[in-house]
């Protein structure tokens, strides 16, 4: 749990609200041998998607930061929209990829839970990326027609 709470510092803020919640439920195995070229596969893409999440949330802090000092509409914003949409999605739907993977092929078995649980979480994540997408072609829309007016004034 300790590289957990530093890598991700919501990490604390999203165990006092919900305590009963695991962040990760997993059992790695170590085998005379060591431990299983799949789980080391598991773990080192599981540490890309957080690298994707907080490069994402970066880019979130970036776009903040340029629409409180300049223009809500330009192509700096655009382009901040598409990567913190891209990077959301790609993140939220490979975890989900993963998890489910994962779950299939340790227990041969798939449950989703009422109440949070780790699906509901990262489907939340992936459908935040696509909205981030859709704003991303909104505003663009938006800045076409802007730089049309300002051609015909």
């Given at each position: ?8 510092p919501?990490?604390?803020l999203y165990?006092i609200?919900?305590p009963?919640?695991t962040?990760f439920k ?7 041998n ?5 789980y080391?596969l598991?773990l080192f ?7 994707l999440?907080f490069?994402g ?10 629409i409180l000092?300049?223009s809500l509409?330009?192509?700096t ?5 598409k ?5 959301f999605?790609?993140s939220?739907g ?7 993977l994962?779950n299939l092929?340790k ?5 989703i839970?009422?109440g949070i649980s780790?699906y ?5 994540l992936?459908?935040i990326g696509?909205f981030?997408?859709?704003?991303n072609?909104?505003f663009d829309?938006?800045?076409?027609i802007k730089?049309?007016?300002d051609l015909?004034?």
């Amino acid at each position: 749990m300790i590289p957990i709470v530093i890598f991700f510092p919501g990490t604390i803020l999203y165990l006092i609200f919900f305590p009963q919640q695991t962040i990760f439920k997993t059992n790695i195995p170590i085998e005379s041998n060591g431990i299983p070229a799949l789980y080391i596969l598991a773990l080192f893409i599981g540490f890309l998607e957080f690298v994707l999440f907080f490069a994402g949330f970066h880019n979130l802090r970036q776009l903040s930061k340029h629409i409180l000092k300049k223009s809500l509409i330009s192509k700096t914003s655009v382009n901040y929209l598409k990567r913190i949409g891209q990077f959301f999605s790609i993140s939220g739907g490979s975890s989900l990829v993963l998890l489910f993977l994962f779950n299939l092929i340790k227990d041969s078995k798939v449950s989703i839970e009422f109440g949070i649980s780790n699906y509901q979480l990262l489907l939340f994540l992936f459908i935040i990326g696509v909205f981030f997408l859709l704003l991303n072609q909104a505003f663009d829309k938006a800045l076409k027609i802007k730089s049309e007016n300002d051609l015909t004034v």
